[in-house]
């Protein structure tokens, strides 16, 4: 039985509201390419009025979907795809998917060059990634007997670890991964492993658990032994019936995967990971766990169809998002929240503060650059106040363009200086405050002798811009 879709909710057609301090909405609704052909739907998390972060979202619809477009969108700015090359850097399968972090396909060596310790293999014709050698003695050979080797024509199973990046090509590996909500199976050692944040009981616990399970299929001669890794939401309810249902589906999943692969050609596709499942759960777009989690109080969508499944997938949980239809033919939900304006900033080189002071963020093919100035920050202060005061708000907005733009590895902040160390340390302990509510992994190094501080970030998506690119 289909459900009623309202014609206009209330609140939402009438007036935006406000968002107060914690909470948020996410919006899902459509992007327009240059070539005016919708490419959502596309999650827009908003807080306290502005954007925190953007994410695609596939398997809700539109053109990586199953039931293609919906009904409305809004322009990218600033794009122009003219001129791209035929041949994308990410890739696309033959069915015309983006080959994306997390996906395992049948690939070929191309090239084996030992002088930097890596093979070039294709993923499909023109798709060439990079694998490192020194995982050649846990390859997975389909068309000879493994040798610890990899050499030219080999075909094997490849999981995508790491998405293109401007020039660089995708990087793969042979340590294929399937992951779930609870478990991560991993090929390798037959071994349990659990993590880090769980504790001492809950492992017990989950210990108990899995002894009653079914046991792990035998993976057969020739094929690569696996195990499993319990993440920290499993111990959250180790009886909890879902975890064995999990567990048993991705240990079938796995032991499949392997079958499957000796009766596949080249270049097939053996398994396409869900949005966001490739970073074993740290990444920041997620797929079913949006209705569940989250910074934010509700989601708000104006495309019927993403409607429709927000509320199939909620359907029998106990906890989740309340889900709302935005319609109204003459206030659409970009104009009522300003979404082009946002975006636009999302993108900009210079970032406003507060105080009156702007950040200055240059990407660059090694690393990500960010220069705080005081621009027209109030300078009744005493400078020493003044360095503090613009520092403490870039540190605070430097942790959010992060997250908003999906920048990743390594990072430099150029910060006012500041002579007293005392000031330096509280600086950076504030920086580590503000990144510890980032999903990816934040790492604070250190501040430089010249007054630069280290950061780097866990790649996960490509960064905001150049997704945003795309055609």
Known sequence: MSRRIPQRPQAL??????????????????????????????????????LRTVFPCPELGGPDGP????????????????????????????????????????????????????????LQKGVVCFLPLDEAEYAFLLNRKADGRLLEGDELPLQVAREAK?????????????SGEYFVFAAGAPRTAFSARLSASQREALRRQMDLWEALPAPGEGKPSWGVILRTKAGEDPENPALKE???????????????????????????????EGTSGSGQWPSRQIL????????VTDLPLVYERLLALQEGQER???????????????????????????????VWLDCGGYLVIDQTEA????????????MRHSPRETACRVNREAAREIARQLRLRSLS???????????????????????????SADPVPVCVVDMTALGLVEMTRKKVHRPLGEWLSQS
């Open 246 to 276: 999990e567990y048993i589906r991705l240990s079938k999943q796995f032991f499949s995967l392997f079958t499957r692969a000796g009766h596949r050609t080249c270049f097939s596709c053996l398994y396409r990971a869900a949005e966001g």
């Open 13 to 50: 057609s009438q007036s935006p509201g406000t968002d107060t301090a914690g909470s948020g909405k996410l919006l899902i609704t459509c992007l327009k390419g240059a070539d005016s052909r919708e490419k959502g739907p596309v999650g827009l998390l908003l807080g306290e009025g502005r």
């Open 292 to 299: 569940f989690d989250g910074e934010y109080d509700e989601i």
């Open 320 to 350: 989740g998002k309340p889900v709302r239809l935005y319609q109204d033919p003459f206030l659409t939900l970009e104009q009522l929240y300003s979404l082009s304006g946002k975006l636009k900033e999302a993108l900009s080189r210079k």
């Open 367 to 378: 690393l990500t650059v960010f220069d705080v100035n005081t621009g027209k920050c109030d």
């Open 67 to 122: 039931e293609g477009n919906t009904k409305t969108g809004i322009d990218r700015p600033g794009f122009d795809t003219g001129s791209r090359d035929l041949i994308d850097p990410a890739g696309h399968d033959r069915a015309g998917h983006a080959v994306r972090l997390g996906d395992i396909y049948i690939g070929k060596v191309k090239h084996v060059v030992k002088n930097i310790g890596a093979c070039f293999v294709e």
């Open 166 to 178: 401007g020039t660089k090509q995708p990087v793969v590996t042979v340590k294929l991964t399937l």
């Open 409 to 435: 590895g390594i990072l430099l902040a150029d910060f006012i200086n500041m002579e007293i160390k005392e000031d330096q340390d509280a600086l950076l302990d504030y920086l580590r405050e503000q990144v």
